[in-house]
């Protein structure tokens, strides 16, 4: 028996884009389609909601295949002791996972080599081939909770259902990120963590600003007597 099995009750959730992976997934597919530039103008039109952006960025994967996508993913490194910091986690213990708003197939492959406990995403539709067929399933539930942020993967309502999963508080929870869709998972989780935010939005959130994936470990360290 694990000598740590009563901090069972606490959950990690990390952002996997910027986050657990020192690079973005859509950037990489991007690039091996020469579509850069239309990822960037699609990511920053003001007036496409984010579950919009997240649907029209997904047509133009048309055609890939998941190994296309698996290529994709293995261009990323992991960012610096990501693997370090997760096994931590779990040796203390804690459930551990991702909630992204990149796809299924990457984040469950990722979830795997780094052992987690959940991954979460949107997911990508496939043709009798294996060939994408540039549609996305998107989980989304800000509009079961009210959440303003309107994205393709609501991340508190995704922490909250994996809390309330597990039966615990959102005092017990812990969040994870570096964007503007990680804020509404910041804003409700009971410690929030923001690593190399990339905004001052998200910088102004979080509880923790970290550079090093591995004070994760520490700040909970810390704070274990809160539990
Ligand atoms: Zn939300």
């Not at 991340?155 to 259902?161: G, V």
Request: glycine share 8%.
């Amino acid at each position: 028996m694990n000598k740590h099995a009563g901090r069972r009750d606490l959950v990690v959730a990390f952002d996997m884009d910027g986050t657990l992976l020192n690079g973005r997934l859509v950037f990489a597919l991007a690039d091996r389609c020469n579509v850069r530039e239309q990822v960037i103008s699609m990511m920053s039109k003001s007036n496409m909601y984010g579950y919009e952006k997240s649907s029209a960025i997904a047509r133009l994967w048309k055609g890939l295949s998941r190994d296309d996508l698996l290529e994709a993913l293995y261009s990323i490194p992991l960012s610096r002791n990501a693997r370090e910091t997760v096994e931590a986690l779990k040796g203390y213990g804690y459930a551990v996972g991702m909630i992204s708003d990149s796809y299924d197939l990457a984040v469950e492959h990722l979830a795997s080599i780094l052992g987690m406990d959940f991954g979460i995403a949107n997911r990508l539709v496939y043709d009798s081939s294996g060939i994408l067929t540039g549609e996305l399933v998107m989980p989304l539930g800000w509009e079961r909770i009210g959440c303003r942020c309107m994205n393709s993967v609501c991340k508190r309502f995704q922490l909250e259902s994996i809390a309330d999963r597990l039966g615990i508080s959102m005092d017990c929870t812990v969040a994870v990120g570096d964007s503007d869709n990680d804020i509404c998972m910041l804003e409700q989780a009971g410690v929030s963590i923001a690593y190399r935010p990339k905004s001052l939005a998200v910088r102004g959130k979080a509880m923790h600003v970290i550079d090093d994936l591995y004070d994760v470990v520490d700040i909970l360290q810390d704070n274990i007597h809160h539990y």
